[in-house]
């Protein structure tokens, strides 16, 4: 049995110790970050950030050698586009079109997963009032060796596009545009 100047003292130190374990720099990958419940794409976008971690730590440490870990399958961009927005003269032609705008749509989600996405913005306040929010995303990079998962119709009058592409080329990808 504690006595209560015993059971004070383990209070001090747990509370002591609760206090300061935000003090330690900790580094947690992306993965141990991730909740119980994450999605397979967000399970795959964790891995590549800590491979892509893990490869700039290896460089800075020995330049010539990169390592890899986890296990992602692949990144995946999803498009959609209407039929009848498309500037076509036949029903078919316009749904090539849709198709086609579905594919771009599903390259730049794929864009922006791999080399991100360049927000600015701008507002105007006056006299204590918002006049102007503008934000705008840029999204710019290359994309290389995308394959077609799958082409589906949603409806009477839209496409669904998902490209994909394996970690190792995206690696390649990354590699290629930081110019290593």
Same mark, same amino acid.
Request: net charge positive.
């Given at each position: 049995m504690t006595s209560p100047r015993q059971s004070a003292a383990r209070l001090a130190l747990l509370c002591l110790c609760a206090a300061t374990a935000?003090?330690?720099p900790m580094h947690r990958s992306a993965t141990s970050s991730l909740p119980l419940g994450a999605d397979p794409q967000t399970r795959q976008l964790a891995v590549l950030k800590d491979d892509l971690d893990n490869a700039s730590a290896v460089r800075a440490a020995a330049p010539s050698v990169t390592r890899s870990?986890?296990?992602?399958?692949?990144?995946?961009?999803l498009g959609f586009a209407q039929v009848s927005r498309q500037p076509g003269?036949?029903?078919?032609?316009?749904?090539?079109?849709?198709?086609? +705008?579905?594919?771009? !749509?599903?390259?730049?989600?794929l864009v922006e997963q791999i080399h991100g996405l360049k927000l600015s913005s701008n507002t105007t306040v006056k006299d204590a009032v918002l006049r102007d929010d503008v934000l705008?995303?840029?999204?710019?990079? !290359?994309?290389?060796?995308?394959?077609?998962?799958?082409?589906?119709?949603?409806?009477? %009058?839209?496409? !669904?596009?998902?490209?994909?592409?394996?970690? %190792?080329?995206?690696?390649?990808?990354?590699? +290629?545009?930081?110019?290593?």
């Open positions: 935000g003090c330690l870990t986890g296990t992602v399958t692949q990144l995946t961009g003269h036949s029903l078919n032609q316009r749904r090539i079109l849709a198709m086609r +705008a579905a594919r771009m !749509e599903a390259m730049r989600d705008r995303g840029k999204v710019d990079g !290359e994309i290389r060796g995308a394959r077609t998962v799958r082409i589906t119709p949603k409806g009477s %009058d839209s496409f !669904e596009v998902v490209l994909a592409i394996d970690p %190792d080329t995206v690696r390649y990808i990354v590699k +290629a545009a930081r110019g290593y």
